[in-house]
């Protein structure tokens, strides 16, 4: 098992920075991809970014150019930058390991508003 504690969630206003922190215990040896997604009310949650353990990267079309994923060992962050009130989401940090899903952290409410 591996346990996701995320941090650095907060209210900015549009065009502001914020910077998404997580960090996984436990079982570590099995991560091979870390990564966040996110989920509005009413909507389904959606990759945001993802990084292998190699440092391969996958990112949403709204994510490219504005958010960078990042990794250290067993640490993943993510700087989102330029935000917009359509970033207004829960997000949780995600890991799996090369067959599956090793679970979800609780998300870190992320607002955007003037």
């Known amino acids: 098992q591996v346990q996701l504690v995320e941090s650095g969630g907060g209210l900015v206003q549009p065009g502001m920075s914020l910077r998404l922190s997580c960090a996984a215990s436990g079982s570590t040896w099995l991560l091979h991809t870390m990564g966040w997604y996110r989920q509005s009310p009413g909507k389904q949650r959606e990759l945001v970014a993802d990084i292998t353990s190699g440092g391969g990267t996958e990112y949403a079309e709204f994510a490219k150019g504005r958010f960078t994923i990042s990794r250290d060992k067993n640490t993943v962050l993510l700087q989102m930058n330029s935000l917009k009130p359509e970033d207004t989401a829960v997000y949780y940090c995600?890991?799996?390991?090369?067959?599956?899903?090793?679970?979800w952290g609780r998300g870190t409410q992320v607002t955007v508003s003037s």
């Open positions: 995600n890991a799996k390991h090369r067959l599956g899903n090793l679970g």
